[in-house]
C-alpha cells in the first residue's frame, strides 16, 4: 500500500517508461494475432492495460481521460501509445494535483470493498506489471524483440559480455 503520493509517482513514471519501451516493440500485424485459444492477443493484453487505469481512475473519483472501459482497441501501435500517454500522464497528472499523502488513507467502493487509495494505487501497479509481462511472453511468440525493462531481456545478456540465462 502507497502510503505517499510521491513513491507512487516516482514508481509511476518509471513503470510509464517500461510500458512505453514494451508498446514500442509491437508492430500493428501482431496487434490482433492469437497464440493461443486462451491467451489474449498483445492488442488486447495492452488495451486491457490502458482501460483498467482508467477505470480505476474513475473508481477512485479521478477523471483522467475521456475513454470508457468498453472503448473499442485502437487498429495501430501508434493509436495504442497515443492512448497509453493519456491516459498513463492523466493518472499521474491527476494524482500529483488532487491527492495528498492523506488522500491516501480515504477509501472508496472497488469491486465491491472498500480501498484504501493507497492500496487501489499499489494494485494499480501490480495488475500494470502482471500484464506487462504476459505482453512481453506474447511478443516471444510473435517472434518480436523484447525489450529488458526489470533486467536484461535474452538478447542483451551480449551486451554485459555474457551468456543469456537459462
Known sequence: MYRKVSDFLEDWKSETDSTLKVFSGLTDECLNKKFHENV??????????????????????????ALEK???????????IDKFNETASG??????????????????????????????????????????????????????????VYGPAKEEWADYGMDPQE
Not at 486491457?48 to 483522467?64: N, P, R, Y
Not at 470493498?113 to 501497479?125: D, F, N
Open 40 to 65: 489474449r492477443s498483445a492488442g488486447r493484453i495492452a488495451w486491457h492495460m490502458v482501460l483498467t487505469i482508467v477505470e480505476m481512475a474513475q473508481l477512485m473519483g479521478l477523471k483522467i481521460s
Open 70 to 80: 468498453e472503448a473499442p482497441m485502437p487498429a495501430t501501435v501508434r493509436e495504442l
Open 91 to 148: 493518472l499521474y497528472s491527476g494524482i500529483e494535483k488532487n491527492w495528498t499523502d492523506e488522500t491516501l488513507l480515504r477509501e472508496d467502493d472497488l469491486f465491491g470493498e472498500l480501498w484504501k487509495r493507497g492500496k487501489s494505487l499499489s494494485v494499480i501497479m501490480a495488475h500494470h506489471i502482471h500484464h506487462l509481462g504476459q505482453l512481453t511472453v506474447v511478443m516471444r511468440f510473435a517472434g518480436l524483440k523484447v525489450p529488458g
